[in-house]
Nanobody
Framework: QVQLVESGGGLVQAGGSLRLSCAAS????????MGWFRQAPGKEREFVAA????????YYTDSVQGRFTISRDNAKNTVYLQMNSLKPEDTAVYYC??????????????????WGQGTQVTVSS
């Protein structure tokens, strides 16, 4: 079993920055890709960003392109989400996810096998 633990959420003013971390552990961790999703109150969980674990290729939803950066540290089995120029509409619970294999579509929730517990990000105006 793989465990994912997120950290780094909090309260920040609009225009500020936060960096989320997601540490993976448990048996022999091998991941095809890791992603970040978010869920605001009353809304569905949506894709934010993903990274191919071996190639480092990155993918973003349009609303965060140019503001957020996903990265990984292979040695630490950790993925990061650097969030700059935050907006109130970025307020949500952010979830880390890991895909064990290529199931098609980095932005599809069903492509991911493991999920973290989530970390709250609140952006005040």
């Amino acid at each position: 079993q793989v465990q994912l633990v997120e950290s780094g959420g909090g309260l920040v003013q609009a225009g500020g920055s936060l960096r989320l971390s997601c540490a993976a552990s448990g048996r022999t961790f091998r991941s095809y890709a890791m992603g970040w999703f978010r869920q605001a109150p009353g809304k569905e969980r949506e894709f934010v960003a993903a990274i191919n674990w071996s190639t480092g290729s990155t993918y973003y939803t349009d609303s965060v392109q140019g503001r957020f950066t996903i990265s990984r540290d292979n040695a630490k089995n950790t993925v990061y989400l650097q969030m700059n120029s935050l907006k109130p509409e970025d307020t949500a619970v952010y979830y880390c996810a890991a895909a064990a294999r290529n199931s098609g579509g980095y932005d599809r929730r069903v492509a991911y096998d493991y999920w973290g517990q989530g970390t709250q990000v609140t952006v005040s105006s």
